[in-house]
């Protein structure tokens, strides 16, 4: 059985740092792509980083470009989202996800975690 657990979200002040995990268990990052959405209050989940499975490219939201790089640690079971300069605009719940295939930068995702809250406020 799949599941992606995420860890890491805290409050924290604007140009503030935090790094997020995504633990996987039935699964590794060798052979899924993983990527990292979040949802803020009222809004739709958006996607904001990947890595595709194998090679490990990388992409990111124009939003986050710069700020937020996303890895993965040498035995493929946990994926992170490093978050450098946090901006208020930056709160919402962060998700991970995982997929089978290809990168995708909609929420066609086959595997979800919990979430976790990312707070960024003065």
């Known amino acids: 059985q799949v599941q992606l657990v995420e860890s890491g979200g805290r409050l924290v002040q604007p140009g503030s740092s935090l790094r997020l995990s995504c633990a996987a268990s039935?699964?590794?990052?060798?052979?899924?792509?993983a990527a990292w959405f979040r949802q803020a209050p009222g809004k739709d989940r958006e996607f904001v980083a990947a890595i595709t499975r194998g090679v490990g490219n990388t992409y990111y939201a124009d939003s986050v470009k710069g700020r937020f790089t996303i890895s993965r640690d040498s035995a493929d079971i946990t994926v992170y989202l490093e978050m450098n300069n946090l901006k208020p605009e930056d709160t919402a719940a962060y998700y991970c996800a995982a997929r089978r295939w290809a990168v995708v930068f909609s929420t066609e995702y086959d595997y979800w975690g919990q979430g976790t809250q990312v707070t960024v406020a003065s």
């Open positions: 039935g699964l590794t990052f060798s052979t899924n792509s």
